[in-house]
Nanobody, 125 residues
Framework: EVQLVESGGGLVQAGGSLRLSCALSGFAPDDYAIGWFRQAPGKEREGVSC????????IYARSVKGRFIISNDHAKNTVYLQMDSLKPEDTAVYYC??????????????????WGQGTQVTVSS
């Protein structure tokens, strides 16, 4: 059974940092793409960043580029999202998701077949 489990969310002041983790199990992730998405109250779910576990290619949304870094620890089957210089507008539930091969790496939600349960990130001003 494919499982993705997020952790690392919490409450942080503006300008602070958090690192989210997405633990992968139940599948061989090497050929997958993993994406991070977020959904704020009353807003649509949006793509934040994604990474190809096959070749390490990454994509970032314009709103987080230069502040967030996505990375993969192959040995731990875990994908991370390091979030620095957080802003109140980053407040949302953050989800990780897996897109099986073949895929076109991107931040659209429809290509991702498997989702975690989400972790809340709250940035206070």
């Amino acid at each position: 059974e494919v499982q993705l489990v997020e952790s690392g969310g919490g409450l942080v002041q503006a300008g602070g940092s958090l690192r989210l983790s997405c633990a992968l199990s139940g599948f061989a992730p090497d050929d997958y793409a993993i994406g991070w998405f977020r959904q704020a109250p009353g807003k649509e779910r949006e793509g934040v960043s994604c990474i190809s576990l096959a070749d390490g290619t990454t994509i970032y949304a314009r709103s987080v580029k230069g502040r967030f870094i996505i990375s993969n620890d192959h040995a731990k089957n875990t994908v991370y999202l390091q979030m620095d210089s957080l802003k109140p507008e980053d407040t949302a539930v953050y989800y990780c998701a897996a897109d099986p091969p073949p895929y076109g790496l991107g931040l659209g939600i429809y290509g991702y077949d498997f989702w975690g349960q989400g972790t809340q990130v709250t940035v206070s001003s």
